[in-house]
């Protein structure tokens, strides 16, 4: 229990003091999402803090091409802009055949053409994002790709209870989503 308090102190301690030392270079907003899954009272807590990046160019406003454009096929992609994205468990969670210990991870993306993209979770948390330091991936899952109805704007990460047993963390982005579902490990 100290050490999930210890990580779940550090965690916040990065979110508070990285806008700080990441003002100078920040162009995306910043958001922070999560859910209790399971039990209201008794449930996993998951949140998940990253940049928000739009497809228009910053610079000059024109449209980007996003997947496999500006977020190139095959390439560890950091899940976002600026600093690297972030997830907090505050108990083990189960993605596919990895286990993710209670505590603070980063979260990022090996996007494909095809349907072979995969989350990865890092145990090196704290960096800005990019490079990726894939040395420290604790695991990779399959991710299923869909097309969305609507395009995304702005880069959308989701976790959503399921009301039938665990979660799952969507990301949305152009005209596509990706999703990955989770159970909190008994």
Same mark, same amino acid.
């Given at each position: 229990m100290n050490k999930l308090?210890?990580?779940?102190?550090?965690?916040?301690?990065?979110?508070?003091?990285?806008?700080?030392?990441a003002q100078r270079a920040r162009v995306s907003p910043h958001e922070t999402t999560g859910a209790v899954i399971g039990e209201r009272r008794t449930g996993c807590r998951v949140t998940?803090?990253?940049?928000r990046p739009?497809?228009?160019d910053p610079k000059s406003g024109e449209m980007r091409?996003?997947?496999?454009?500006?977020?190139?096929?095959?390439?560890a992609w950091r899940m976002g802009a600026d600093e690297a994205t972030l997830l907090v468990t505050q108990q083990p969670l189960v993605f596919g055949d990895t286990t993710v210990p209670a505590g603070a991870y980063t979260l990022y993306m090996v996007p494909d053409e095809g349907d072979g993209s995969k989350l990865a979770i890092s145990t090196a948390i704290g960096g800005w994002g990019i490079p990726v330091d %894939? !040395?420290? @991936?604790?695991?990779?899952?399959?991710?299923?790709? %869909? !097309?969305? @109805?609507?395009?995304?704007?702005?880069?959308?990460?989701?976790?959503?209870?399921v009301p039938a047993?665990?979660?799952?963390?969507?990301?949305?982005?152009?005209?596509?989503?990706?999703?990955v579902p989770f159970t909190v490990k008994k």
């Open positions: 308090k210890t990580t779940l102190l550090i965690a916040t301690l990065f979110s508070i003091a990285s806008p700080l030392w998940v803090v990253y940049g739009y497809t228009k091409k996003i997947w496999g454009g500006l977020v190139p096929y095959g390439k %894939e !040395s420290h @991936d604790l695991g990779r899952v399959a991710l299923k790709k %869909e !097309s969305l @109805d609507k395009a995304a704007d702005q880069f959308t990460m989701v976790v959503e209870n047993g665990g979660g799952v963390l969507k990301l949305m982005w152009e005209n596509t989503q990706y999703s």
